[in-house]
């Protein structure tokens, strides 16, 4: 075998080139690698976003379940909160019955005139010969 300091330039293969073969078997010891830095740099984001993601993920399941619970009816509340939250329901029920009921929005609003001319007829209906012949014998006024 050739001694690595007898081959030259010109006779450098890859494996028997003193350049590299110092650099495969050097018993030198490699430079440290700084680990706390490189903690610090790749390790802190990493961690600072998982731990908020945990945090979001949990705000979020946390949300979805109150919603979810407040639609069922299975929240616990107070008696006296049960008791306005039915008085409330209750109210609000009746105030939409008598409004659907009663309230109409479409009829208008009479005239003076309008009411006077309708009160006239209803009163010479009721002053007709027959009927005010039929009063005088039952005796009504």
């Not at 490189?38 to 949300?63: D, K, Y």
Request: proline share 4%.
């Amino acid at each position: 075998m050739i001694p690595a300091s007898a081959i030259t330039r010109s006779h450098c293969s890859h494996r028997f080139c003193p350049r590299i073969a110092n650099r495969m078997f050097s018993t030198r010891p490699k430079r440290k690698q700084e680990g706390s830095l490189h903690m610090f740099r790749a390790g802190a984001p990493m961690i600072l976003f998982c731990a908020l993601g945990v945090w979001v993920v949990s705000n979020g399941i946390e949300g979805k379940n109150k919603e979810r619970d407040a639609s069922q009816g299975r929240l616990s509340v107070s008696e006296r909160q049960a008791m306005m939250t039915k008085e409330h329901d209750d109210l609000v029920e009746r105030m939409n019955h008598v409004v659907s009921k009663d309230f109409d929005n479409t009829k208008r609003i009479e005239r003076p005139e309008e009411i006077l001319a309708r009160r006239r007829k209803e009163r010479e209906a009721r002053n007709v010969w027959y009927k005010r012949w039929w009063r005088s014998i039952r005796g009504q006024s």
